[in-house]
């Protein structure tokens, strides 16, 4: 079954929204997470990875104002998208390590379209 | 350089044949290295993970690591067009980061 779970599947919003979108870790705990962004026929790109209690981490190139990023539990991370734009439209995809070395495990991933 | 590189296919392959997919890497000191599917419209599903230099089996699957020659790979035996998605090579930085390679695409025909 799946060992992390991403909430909404799906988001359609207007132009200058703000989406929040939540990335959980099922029966364990997750002190870091990544976030990735993929646009069609692409492959992921990190955008930042979030670390429990303290401030994200974001790759280069990712405006941290725009793309804010809180994981206040070992348990969840959330993205939100500020003020999106069409721009944004993308699939955005959480994931989580079960332990120390192990594989990360993918969220369903959320499909974001801004109209 | 990249960091990660997969050759993006398409790979075509006929039902019940083995698909060979290939990966390099260039970072020497990388440790782990995983092998996902990804169906379109969907996120990466985990198929293989391995650490150290050899072959690794679960079930059709075989992972095979060379880290002398910076090379990883990935064997589906009698594939299925139920296999058909694309294959994403990752490996892991020493900061917990994955590097994804672009991808290669599999096509599996009756």
């Known amino acids: 079954g799946a060992v992390v779970s991403q909430h909404p599947s799906w988001v359609i919003c207007k132009s200058g929204t703000s989406v929040k979108i939540e990335c959980r870790s099922l029966?364990?705990?997750?002190?870091?997470m990544f976030w990735y962004r993929q646009f069609p026929k692409q492959s992921l790109m990190l955008m930042a990875t979030?670390?429990?209690?303290?401030?994200?981490?974001?790759e280069q190139g990712v405006e941290k104002d725009k793309f804010l990023i809180n994981h206040a539990s070992l348990t969840l991370s959330t993205l939100t998208v500020t003020s999106a734009h069409p721009e944004d439209s993308s699939f955005y995809i959480c994931?989580?390590?079960?332990?120390?070395?192990?594989?990360?495990?993918f969220g369903d991933g959320t499909r974001l379209s801004i109209l | 350089q990249k960091e990660v590189e997969q050759n993006s296919g398409p790979l075509s392959v006929p039902e019940g044949a083995i698909a060979s997919l290939n990966c390099t890497y260039s970072d020497r000191v990388s440790q782990s290295f995983f092998w996902y599917r990804q169906y379109s419209g969907k996120s990466p599903e985990l198929i293989m993970s391995i650490y150290s230099n050899g072959d690794k089996e679960d079930g059709r699957f075989t992972a095979q690591l060379n880290k002398a020659s910076q090379y990883v790979s990935l064997l589906i035996r009698d594939s299925q067009p139920s296999d058909s998605a694309t294959y994403l090579c990752a490996v892991k930085s020493n900061t917990d980061k994955l590097i994804f390679g672009t991808g290669t695409r599999l096509q599996v025909f009756p």
């Open positions: 994931s989580a390590p079960q332990g120390l070395n192990q594989p990360q495990h």
């Open positions: 979030s670390n429990e209690g303290s401030k994200a981490t974001y």
């Open positions: 029966d364990f705990q997750a002190t870091t």
